[in-house]
Structures are given as structure tokens and as C-alpha cells.
């Protein structure tokens, strides 16, 4: 639809889009031949839109350079007639030039301008205009300026520069309206700056520098059309330095000043910030710590809150005991024999250390306590994990050899029985498969996790005191022999054990207690804290107990509390100890259910009454405010053997 | 007696002074020219002035519009359509001459009335121009409010002209036309190369005759302020 129309438009505007109204290219033809150019109007203008002229080329047609070949024909819109008229008057002054006067000139009506060869009948070329459209006024003149201003610097200054308008363009009358544009530029440069449109007659210019020559100019178009005219002449610009020695004053003062004050800055900032910097430059050197608890503590004395961080659930991470504090003890003397023999003295009983041991297994028939050192590290993880692992120790090893799955009563001891000189003791669980038929009580899956104690101290290390599941009872527990005799004194401590037949309360445990109390014990015992039906979790108890020295040693075992009915899995852990000074630290009693027995009997028992009552947690009325829940005195060790 | 009266004079005059002041000085208006039917004491300087403002604002942005127009929709070939005589512009009732010559010589009741009918020849076609721009899909915005803008300024040119005229003239015949939405006399599609070239024309034409108007006016102050020199170039 719209194909037809755009061809019909399409050759004249592609003939009269070649050439504008006011300004033509030489050359610009759609011709072939670039060195032949055909004959072509140039351009036509106006000065002041009253009067106009055209001009044009012959080209390179030799034929038709001498004049009167070619005329200029023009035509008006408003003519009666539509012939072409002959170019009003020739210029004898310019060549091909047409110029048309006040009295051929006419606003607001289309004008058609074309090169015509008479001789030939050709028309070479056509142009239509409006005489408002082709206006190109004459340059301003009077163009001066005057000076404005210069910078306190010297360096800068604004001029004025003024112009008036052609005077061929009827302004007053209100004819022509003029826009002019003023431009300058450096006198060397090359490059103009152009200033914006100015509707009057003058024009500011800032930003010159002394000493540099402007030139400037302007030229004028009519408003709202873009046909600027040639411009004016220029005009020279020049302001001459000011030579100012001030200005270089002002300059290093500054300087100067800026350098004290940035001087003065620093200092405060280092002044203030001494304290960092010097954290900064010379960091402090790390003091020791004990993880997990505030050394301010230490020092002020808080026992409290120490004990109770140490027992506390993060006891986990507590497992740097200092190693001094252990290594005078032997382990001889955590062994607590019979009521009889008040004293064991350090190094006197060695040769007793089996029976002692012997002893105590027999008084703890009924439920195997056994020793169980815990590792420092993570033992309630193992227990809990309770994977039958044996750690690679040659003490394991050892332990394994000197072990024997004997249908031995033995009760495993959950928990720590004696463990204060023995930081690096490794509990060894070792589930004893022969041990865990149907003696086992009535909890599914148990496995008697028999937890012995391996490696531990130099001090102790050639006492025979190692200690060897002799027996498994057969509601569980684990008997306990010497690793030396094997199966000796099995039968000593059924008396014993008759008579410790319950380890409820703990008065009878405590005197017991208090008779053997010595100062020689000086270790710490960690307690299953047991909870109802099951085994407690690292977290659920601990006990400490600093080593006194006025204190008798004593072994408390701690029970672990049976796994319950609903607790398929029975978890021996062995909670991690500390020894702390010489304070006794108060025992934290995990929250235990009245019923003790049931809770601190062992792993192999049965949650019956029958557990021995050293097993059963003995809250001590002396210098130990709590009483461990399930430790095991040196006189239930007896009853432990069946 | 005599002096009793004239005393009985004086007396009132000081009375009704601040009356007498009121009715002869001309109140002073400040409001739009579109309003200047309510503020009708305003003198003829000033609204010449007010008159002229109008008539160069518009053709400026008349010609703003056009130059907008050509770059948008305007195939290349088909610009500077000052080159192509097919184009016309819708003639007017009576004829312009052209020179200045001529134009010096009209008079002043020619050139305003000359001013008020190209005015008021212009008000429909522009509308029209605008709801034809509005069918365009990219047309820019600034081009549609320019057209607008130049239809509500065309009306209180014309107001002003007629104010003018009564004034200058002190023909009270003349009334303001109303105009009413008409039909749009082309339908054809928006964008087609017939519709945009016609578009174009409509606006060229425009800018041809806002120059006209403006240049008018121009001629018709400068009468005002020095006759002599107006006339003889």
C-alpha cells in the first residue's frame, strides 16, 4: 500500500535530497563519472530575507561554459501563470550568479529555481525553497570587549565582549530575529570554544588566563533556524601578567601549616590510641589457661564455682590434669582394704596390694565394681559410643591378657573408682562376650562393658595390683582378682560382702570410710551421675573430690546407674577427673532418684536391692559435703567378689 | 452663597476622592492572557507585548516539533521537504502579500485580523495533528506535549488578538470561536508513509504560518513605538 506511493515520491525526493536549499556539494550528483560533473545549482541565499541569490556551476561540460548557455529559470507558487520565468538579473560582478531583488522576492511562498540549457532543452538541475528558510544573515559588527575582572591570583579574568547586528538585517523593525553565537579560542589553537546562543547583543567570557592571546567572534542566525551566517572579525584578547609575589607567600604558608597540622594529628592519634598501637606493634605474650575456665578464678580463690565448672557438663574438655599432682600418689594407696587395716601406708602395702585388691573385689560381689580409670579425654564418648574398642596401648594389651573370661562374678564398676593419680589411665571397655550370657539382666542387648585400668602412673607401675575379671556373677557383675592369683582369695570376701549386703545410705560406708581415711589418698573420683533408668551421660554427674590429705584414702567407685529396662544399651563411661589443690571440692550429686540401689548398680546386675551397698552412693557427712552417688569404699571392694 | 457652594464641593470631592482615584487609574492585570476577558483594563502595550510572546513561543516550538517529527518518522529521502513543490499548505481565505514592501504597507487592522484568522485556521487542524501523533507507537513524548502545549497557547492567542483588536481597533464585533471536536476527516492508518507525509506537511505548514503570525505582530509594536521609521525601510 504504502509501496506505490513511496515510489512515486521516492525519484523526486531522491533528485531534491541531494541538494539542500541553501547549500549544495560540487560534485554531488548521482553521475557515474566523478570527474565529469554536469552542470548543477549551488546554492541559493538570502542576506536579510528581502532579497536572494542563486548560484551554479557548468561543471566540466566544456560546451557549456561560455555564458548564456545555461539560465536560470524560476518559478513561483503564486504565479498566475506556470512558466518559468528567466533569472530576473544576471550579476555582473560575481559569475553565475542570479540575483533576485526586494521587488521578485516574496516571504512564505514556495520559489522553484532551475538550470536550464535552452539550446539543448535541458534542465539540469531544480531547487524549492522559501525565502525564510534560506536566510543567512551578514556577520555582526562593532565586536569589542571589555575587561570585567581578573582573580585575586592574577591569573584569571572575565571580559565583556559587545557586538552590534548587521546592519542589513531590519532588526528594529522586528523583521528578523537574531540569535548570535560567540566563539574563541587561544591564538595558537586550532580548536574554537563555543559559547551558547545569546539572543543579545553582548556576551560574557570567563576563565581567561593573563598573559594569553583570545581571538573571538561571532556570527547570527535567525531564531529557531540554524542558518548561521559567516562570521565576524576576529578580535584580539589580550590581558598581560601581573606579576604577584604574593601569591607565592600564601602558597608555602599553607604548606607549612598543613604540615603542622597533619604532624599535630598524628600525635593525637598515637596519644590516644597507645593502648592499641602498643597491642598492635608488640603483642602480649599468651599467658597459660586452662580451657574453658577463667584463670581469674584461680587466683581469687573461688572454689565454688571452680569445682562446679570442673564437675560441670564441660567436664569433657577438662582433661589436662596437671600431672604433678598425681604422680606422688601411688596407686597403692586409692586402694582402701578392709576395715582392719586402718593404715596402708604408701609404700608398705605393696605386698598387700593384691589381697587389698583382692578385697575389694570380694566385698563387691554383687555388682563387679571395678576400677575404671577414665581417660581424660572423651571417655564418656566411648562409652556412649559403646563400640567394643580397644585402645592401642600396650597397657591394653596387658590388660587383655591379664583378663580372663572367667565365670567370675564380677560386677563391672561403672565409673571411676579410683582415679586420682592416674590422668593418663585409659579405660578399657571391653565387652566380655563370655560374661554376657544369660546372667545378663533382663536389658536387651547389654554388654558388659568391663572397664579396667590400664597403663597409669610410673609410681605404681610394678605393683601387681592389676587387676583381672576373675568372674562374672551371674547376675552380671564382674569379680575383680590380682592379676597374680588368679582366682585366690574368692571366698574372703563373701563375708564381707554378706555384710555389706546393701550399700544403701551411706553412714555405714561413711564410717568405714572415716576409719581408713588417711591422708594418703589423694584422688579424685569422678561419679556417673546416674539418672532414672540409665546410665547418665558424662554430663549428668560429677564428682570431685580433691585430694586431702587428712582424708583416709579411699576408693570410691561410682556406679553408673543400671541400664534400665527401657535402655537397651548400657554405657560404661567413666567420667574424667580432676584433682584440683588440696581443697576438697564438694561433690556434685547428680540428680538421683532415691532409689540408689537401682541406679548405681552395675552394668552386669540387675537393677535388684542387692547391689552392694559400696556401690551405692554414699553421701559423706564428713569433710566431703556430697557424697558421690555409687563410689565404692575400699570395704565394698569385699563384697564385689561373689 | 458662592462660597457655601463651593465649599459643599470641595467637601465632597474630599470625600469621594479615594473613589475618583479608583475609577481613573487603569487596574493593573497580572493574570494570563487566557483569563484577560475578566481583566479587561490592561493596556494595549502590554498586551501587544503579552501577544508577541505568545506568537514566538509558539512558532519556536512549532518549529521544535517539526524538526522532532522529521527525525522520527520521516524516511531519509523524503526530508527537507522545503526541496519538494508537491507539498501545499492549506490556503487561506484571502491572500498575504509577500514582500516586505507590501507587508510594511498593511494596515494595522489587516495584519491583526490577518493574525486572527491564520489563529483561528490553525485550531482544528492542530487538534487533529494531536490525536493522529497519540496513534503513533513511538512517538516521543516530548513531541506529543509540544503539540499540545501548542494547541492550549493557540487558543489564548487567540483571545489575546481579539482583545487586541477591540482595543486597537475598537471593533467589538468579533468573537472568539469555539471549537468543537469534529470528525477526523482521515482515517487512514498511522505510520503509513502517506499519513506521516501528510503529518509532516501539517506540521510544516504550521511552522510556516506561527513565523507568519509572529512576524506580523512584530511589525504591528514596532508601528506602535516609532511609525516613521517602521514604515520607510
Redesign the interface.
Known sequence: MAAPSFLLLFPLGLLSAVRSASLMDPGSMTSSDPSVQAPHLTGCKSREQETFRCWWSPGSFQNLTEPGALQIQYWKKNDLTKEWKECPDYSSSVRNECFFNKNNTVIWIKYCVRLHSESQNKTYDTLCFELQDIVHPDPPVALNWTLLNISRSGLNYDIMASWEPPPSADVSVGWLTLVYEVQYRRRNSSHWKVLEHEFGTQQSIYGLQTGEAYEVRVHCAMRAFNNFGEFSDVIFVHVPEIPNKESTFPVTLVLIFGAVGVAILLMLIIFSQQQRLMVILLPPVPAPKIKGIDPALLKKGKLDELNFILSGPGMGALHSYPPDLYQDVPWVEFIELDADEPEPGEKDNQSSDSQRLLGHNNHHTNHGCFHGLSIPDDDSGRASSYDPELPDQETLMLMAALLSCQPNKVEPCLGNCSHSSTPSLDVLEVPCPGLQAPDLPPEGGERHLVQTQLGGPQSWVNMDFYAQVSDVTPTGGVVLSPGQQVGAPENTPTTKKDKKGKMEGGEEESEEEEERRTNKLKFQLLVVAPEAGGYTTESSGRQMSTPDPSSPGEVYHTFPPPSAESKPHQEAYLPATTLLGDYQSPYILPDSPPDVDFQHSLLLNPPSPQRSPTCSPQPPSKPLPVMPIGYLTPDLLGNLSP | MNMMQVMQNVVWAVLLWPCLVSLGVPLECKDEQGSIILCASISKEKLLDRVIQHA?LI??VS??SCTLFEEMFVP?????Q?????Y?CATKAF???????E??QISDKWLLHSVLILVQSWIEPLVYLQTTLDRYDDAPDTLLKKTKWVSEKLLSLEQGVVVLIRKMLDDDMLTTSYYEQGVAPYALQPE???SV?RDYTLLSCFK?DA??M??FL??L??RQTDKY??FL?
Do not use: D, W
Open positions: 514566538e512558532y519556536r518549529e521544535e531519509f529521502p523524503m526530508r527537507s522545503r526541496n519538494q513543490a508537491g501545499t491572500p498575504i502579500p509577500g514582500s516586505k514592501s507587508i510594511q503509513v508513509l502517506e507525509l510556516k513565523h507568519k509572529e512576524t512584530k511589525l509594536k514596532c521609521s517602521c525601510h
